[in-house]
């Protein structure tokens, strides 16, 4: 917790460092879930969600794959990712809130 509010200071100050450990850290996570959910079942993320026996039946006839989640949630975090490429021009360069 402390690392992701020293990280939110950082962005906030617009170090470099901060900019690296987002893009590291968001690159972390996309790659880790979107390499998840494509090797999960989608009866296996039911059961290890522990939701309700009825829910999960009602839930199990949806034509659903892990590899629809890896796309859900993998497409938003890709985005992420390039907004953050895209902001490197505003991190540790001359004139930023952090630079005073």
Do not use: C, D
């Amino acid at each position: 917790m402390r690392g992701l509010v020293l990280l939110v200071w950082g962005i906030f100050r617009q170090r470099l460092w901060a900019w690296w450990g987002a893009l590291i850290s968001v690159a972390m996570v996309v790659s880790s879930s979107t390499l998840t959910f494509l090797r999960l079942s989608y009866s296996e993320i039911l059961e290890t969600m522990k939701i309700p026996v009825g829910e999960a039946e009602r839930l199990q006839r949806i034509p659903l794959e892990g590899r629809h989640f890896a796309v859900l949630v993998g497409a938003p975090l890709l985005i992420t990712l390039g907004k953050i490429v895209v902001s490197r021009k505003h991190s540790g360069g001359g004139g930023g809130v952090g630079n005073t």
